[in-house]
């Protein structure tokens, strides 16, 4: 069985500064995915980043950055430089050939204000 | 283009009351999922298809049922609604099947309220 832990239940980042969001997973596939998503209070889940679990270098989208290591079992994802927009939910989620549907595993989530 | 749509946005029903939630996607994806998402929590699959015509249960299909009658459709059925069931509703929708491509795509959301 697949779990995403977020130990994170909600952080506070003044704006401008950097923050880490904290992700681990549990799963004993060799080949899987690991994404994060936004959800802001109006509700939509907006695709962030992926890592693919056979990729050698972290994944960057802009401002945000994942953090892969292995061996640890954890994908933290890092926000660059805050904006006051990027107050919201963070949802971490792994996808795995090997689960049914290829569905997605989600982590409880971590909420980031984001103080000017 | 509009990516993954569905109707309606806002729902109130009465415990034992029935309806349909629609989602469509417009990027031929084949594969689609439905999620309820309850307070403080992460989301939860239901229902998924992986192709016209097929469906397949979730980690919560109870009380829930699917149909995929044309590839771009997938709806979400509850038959005698329960208040268990009021929660956001979440459709999302990917391509292929390879985990390390494969990013999911969410519609807006449903909230459904049962009274």
């Known amino acids: 069985a697949q779990k995403i832990t977020q130990t994170q239940p909600g952080m506070f980042v003044q704006e401008k500064e950097a923050v880490t969001l904290d992700c681990t997973y549990d799963t004993s596939d060799q080949s899987y995915g690991l994404f994060w998503y936004k959800q802001p209070s109006s509700g939509e889940m907006i695709f962030l980043i992926y890592q693919g679990s056979y990729d050698e270098q972290n994944a960057t989208e802009g401002r945000y950055s994942l953090n892969f290591q292995k061996a640890r079992k954890s994908a933290n994802l890092v926000i660059s430089a805050s904006q006051l927009g990027d107050s919201a939910m963070y949802f971490c989620?792994?996808?795995?050939?090997?689960?049914?549907?290829?569905?997605?595993?989600f982590g409880g989530g971590t909420r980031v204000l984001v103080k000017p | 283009n509009a990516g993954v749509t569905q109707t309606p946005k806002f729902r109130v029903l009465k415990t034992g009351q029935s309806m349909t939630l629609l989602c469509a996607q417009d990027m031929n994806h084949e594969y689609m999922y439905w999620y309820r998402q309850d307070p403080g929590m992460g989301l939860r699959l239901i229902h998924y298809s992986v192709g016209e015509g097929t469906t397949a249960k979730g980690e919560v299909p109870d009380g829930y049922n699917v149909s995929r009658l044309k590839k771009q459709n997938f709806l979400l059925g509850l038959e005698s609604a329960a208040p268990s069931q009021t929660s956001v509703y979440f459709c999302?929708?990917?391509?292929?099947?390879?985990?390390?491509?494969?990013?999911?795509?969410f519609g807006p959301g449903t909230r459904l309220t049962v009274l």
């Open positions: 999302a929708s990917s391509y292929s099947r390879n985990p390390s491509t494969d990013t999911q795509y």
């Open positions: 989620a792994m996808s795995s050939i090997k689960a049914a549907g290829n569905k997605l595993t």
